[in-house]
RNA sequence: GGGGCCGUGGGGUAGCCUGGUAGAUCCUUUUGGCUUUGGGAGCCAGAGACCCGAGUUCAAAUCUCGGCGGCCCCA
């Protein structure tokens, strides 16, 4: 019933996926698993976030799951970068395909011989669209629940389409707004990182991602965004005539987060006790729990009751089972319920709730007069500071500056290693010699990061900035 | 890419080396009942398993091979 220690994140991580029910991971196909209800549940309310957020200035779509060969292998830069991870439908029934279907690996070769289509004149630009799909790709490294899968199943995609390399530029800092903003609703800390050149998405002008640090010390990619120029634009014929008559190629970004963000939710706040959830994606938010003595059961009822009516707005479970409220108290912390009321006698009498906050220790009676919808909102928010707070604290534990190349193979074992670096492909590569990899070069410092932006390249001497390299997921 | 370990009730394990009825390995889970309820209750009676395939053998959870699945280390 109790987990394994955090310390020993890898197999607290297996653990907790699978006892607080958010995965099952004996679905019988390497890479694949199944959502349980609770943990789809959260799926949906993480989500929902990222919907309300898109849907400002982005329209849902969906295209299809199947890609011909003949439009996946048009761009070849892009095809040479997941050729060997292609899912292939060959046949329909017993008889050979024409032309091979592909399991989408991801969309732009899907959506953009139809942007061409769709995009005539400057009026229609921008465009701005995003769907949440699954997506395929047949990975050789270990699987993973929620971390790598040969079925991505919550692939958020944002792809959109401008008039000149500018204005892409723009929706490039645009998305990087949006994903900053889901992340610290999330109370998860991130680095924003310009990847290396010669490690961007197939296609790209250049790739920004963001990378959280996990608690064994290694990076996890939660979201990246892509500046495309207009390399697809020129390979699929997007062009839009302008203001002056004449034709030209759009330039186009696009954006992803996959349920990465939910196993950083996850690796982020839990303890050893199970889950631990910011208020609003909760899939129960507060816990109530009678403690029903003999006798007195229809006081506590009651007065169960009268504060049942006050939290109608909020997902609540009424625990009446026949457990023991110690046995209560550990499931609904193992789901991370995030506050949690107590009502006994003692309680129905003084016209009090005891109150437990899933990250505190502490418990404390309220009067229920006090109780309303403003007090909870008012502690969610607080939680959600204190959340933060020790994600940036026990992040900070696992970074480290490496002001030696020779301190590099020893370090990067156990920590994510910042140095200075030059943009020469010579010594990325050289830094990539003593072990992790190296993510890119800082986009901006975290306000958890205390080092200067500027310094000698740790490899050559030259004019280097903060770079990242660490062992990733 | 290279190497190693493993697969037994829903979950975790003992048994495998040295083949001999899983009639009771242990913990957890779970069903019914009684008694309980302020941090994982107790008792009684039940339920539930050898990954798949082939081979060796009188006999395979145990030995051999293959498949599928999982974990770890190195590059």
């Known amino acids: 019933m109790s987990l ?8 607290w991580f297996h653990e907790i996926i699978q006892t607080a029910e958010i995965m099952d991971i004996r679905y019988p196909v390497k890479g694949l698993y199944v959502w349980f209800p609770f943990g789809f549940k ?4 993480v989500y929902g976030k990222l919907r309300e957020i898109m849907d400002r200035e982005h329209s849902e779509v969906y295209f299809p799951a199947l890609i011909p060969e003949t439009e996946l292998g048009k761009e070849s830069e892009h095809i040479r970068g997941f050729e060997d991870e292609v899912y292939w439908i060959t046949h329909g029934g017993l008889s050979p395909l024409d032309v091979k279907l592909a399991l989408r690996p991801t969309s732009e070769t899907a959506m ?11 009026a229609d630009l921008p465009l701005r669209v995003y769907q949440i799909v699954n997506t395929f790709r047949y990975e050789t490294k270990h699987t993973r629940p929620l971390i790598r899968l040969r079925e991505i199943t919550s692939f958020k ?4 389409a401008h008039r000149n390399y500018e204005e892409a530029e723009e929706q490039v800092k645009k998305a990087i707004g949006y994903y900053k903003e889901f992340y610290d609703f999330l109370a998860i800390p991130y680095m924003v990182i310009r990847r290396p050149d010669w490690d961007k998405f197939p296609g790209a002008v250049y790739t920004i991602a963001f990378d959280t640090v996990m608690p064994d010390g290694r ?18 014929e997007i062009t839009y005539e302008a203001v002056d008559g004449n034709h030209y190629f759009v330039h186009q970004t696009c954006y992803g987060i996959s349920e990465r963000c939910i196993a950083s939710l996850i690796s982020m706040h839990g303890d050893d006790l199970g889950l631990v959830l910011p208020f ?33 707005g909020f997902r609540v479970v009424f625990d009446k089972g026949e457990e023991r409220p110690g046995a209560k108290y550990y499931k609904w912390e ?5 506050l949690r009321f107590e009502i006994g006698p003692k309680e129905a009498e003084r016209r009090e709730v005891v109150v437990s906050f899933r990250d505190e220790k502490k418990k404390f009676s309220v009067p229920i007069e006090e109780i309303n919808e403003q007090k ?6 607080e939680m959600r500071a204190r959340l933060r707070k020790k994600a940036v604290e026990s992040i900070k534990l696992k970074l480290k500056f490496v002001g030696e190349l020779s301190e590099l193979s020893e370090i990067v074992r156990e920590y994510v290693s910042i140095m200075h670096l030059c943009k020469n492909r010579d010594c990325g590569e050289e830094i990539e010699k003593h072990g992790g990899k190296l993510l890119g070069w800082l986009e901006e410092i975290p306000d958890f990061l205390e080092v200067s932006k500027e310094g000698e390249c740790i490899v050559c001497g030259g004019k280097g900035s903060l770079a990242v390299s660490a062992r990733s997921y």
């Open 4 to 11: 394994p220690s955090k310390e020993n994140f890898s197999e």
């Open 42 to 45: 959260l799926r949906q309310l």
């Open 112 to 122: 953009y011989p139809m942007f061409k289509l769709w995009i005539r004149n400057h």
């Open 157 to 160: 995609e944002a792809h959109t």
């Open 219 to 236: 990076s996890l990619q939660i979201g990246t965004v892509h500046h495309l120029g207009d390399n697809f634009a020129k390979t699929f």
């Open 280 to 312: 609003e994606v909760a899939p129960v938010q507060i816990a109530v729990i009678p403690i029903l003595y003999k006798g007195k059961e229809e006081k506590v009822l009651d007065f169960s009751n009268e504060l049942l009516e006050k939290l109608k």
């Open 334 to 338: 193992l789901k991370g319920v995030p």
């Open 376 to 381: 909870i909102s008012q502690w969610a928010e």
